[in-house]
């Protein structure tokens, strides 16, 4: 984000009540949590896809071999 973006929303946060200054800082901690959670759970994804394309591939030759075998959702 730009300083001036910055700027702006400290002086949009400035005209408001100090009670409602604290309400905004805490939804932003929040959003931003979960956005951090979120770019870190698809770098995570990103990194990992190779392999789970090769897994579905595997499953895909083993289907059609007649390899694969239903599953048993109770052995879980």
């Keep these: ?35 951090q959670d979120e770019l870190q759970w698809d770098a995570l994804f990103k990194k990992t896809q190779p392999q789970l394309v ?7 030759q083993e289907i059609a071999r007649g390899l694969a075998k239903p599953m048993d959702y109770d052995q879980l």
């Design 54 to 60: 090769a897994a579905a591939r595997r499953a895909k």
């Design 1 to 35: 984000m730009s300083s001036t973006a910055i700027a702006t929303v400290a002086k949009m946060m400035e005209s408001l009540p100090e009670p409602a200054q604290d309400q905004v800082v805490e939804h932003l901690r929040e959003y931003l949590e979960d956005l």
